[in-house]
């Protein structure tokens, strides 16, 4: 488990005022740095990944001063709205639930589940009846496992994607349900996995989280989002790490 501030990285694209058009200064940003490869830690203990690399060019985009962190997954909204930085870019879906404590801004990218498995193993979603099957807690992963598998299958839940995977390999499970960027990237260092049947669409549109009420700030991230689909920093960034589109 992380320690609840892991590391520090500070960023800064041009100096603004201590809260220039609703950005303060220095804009504070938690990812979770334990979900590969959108947020991870290096053997530097500096924070890379998808998210991170998003974060910098949306702070560069709006001439922020910006600081990110690392934040256990379990704590991230309860520190968000304890103004303990000031939103959350770490790959978190946008649910109403979580709309009832937080505010997000549009997408920055969507996202489907998958099972994985032993290869042969198991046929797909449906195949999962009886098998004891993994996820990570507090996640769209684990209410779909929860929803479409207790009482028939034996569901274990993880605080990180990395302690699943770690019981996975181990055999301590038979099958896991993931986010499916994240399990496409574990499964090229992991050749005896695969994924297993048709991806599980649910919807999930990954936005940045941000403390209610906070609407210039929303605005600002909104209008970055957009420009930077645009002017094609987005498609490096995503061609870095993903063969296709993952907006």
Do not use: H
Not at 9 to 32: H, K, N, V, W
């Amino acid at each position: 488990m992380m320690k609840k501030i892991l590391t520090a990285l500070a960023f800064t694209a041009t100096a603004s005022a201590s809260m220039a058009g609703g950005i303060p200064d220095p804009l504070r940003i938690a990812t979770e740095g334990a979900y590969p490869p959108f947020n991870g830690v290096d053997s530097n203990g500096n924070l890379i990944g998808f998210d991170v690399d998003i974060a910098m060019a949306l702070c560069e985009e709006m001439k922020a001063n910006c600081e990110l962190v690392a934040q256990d997954w379990d704590g991230i909204i309860p520190a968000l709205v304890a103004n303990k930085y000031d939103a959350i870019i770490a790959s978190m879906s946008i649910t109403d639930e979580r709309k009832q404590t937080i505010d997000f801004t549009n997408k920055y990218y969507s996202n489907y589940l998958a099972v994985i498995g032993p290869k042969g193993k198991v046929d797909g979603p449906q195949d999962l009846s009886g098998k004891t099957v993994g996820a990570q807690r507090s996640t769209l992963a684990a209410q779909w496992a929860e929803d479409n598998l207790m009482g028939q299958a034996d569901v274990k839940l993880y605080d990180t994607q990395t302690a699943a995977y770690a019981d996975l390999s181990a055999g301590r499970l038979d099958a896991m349900v993931s986010d499916i960027y994240p399990a496409m990237d574990w499964l090229k260092n992991n050749s005896g996995y695969e994924l297993a049947g048709d991806k599980i669409d649910i919807n999930d549109q990954i936005g940045i989280g941000i403390r209610q009420g906070e609407g210039d700030l929303k605005a600002a991230f909104n209008k970055a989002i957009e420009a930077i689909r645009a002017n094609g920093k987005y498609a490096e960034i995503n061609a870095k790490y993903f063969s296709a589109d993952i907006y």
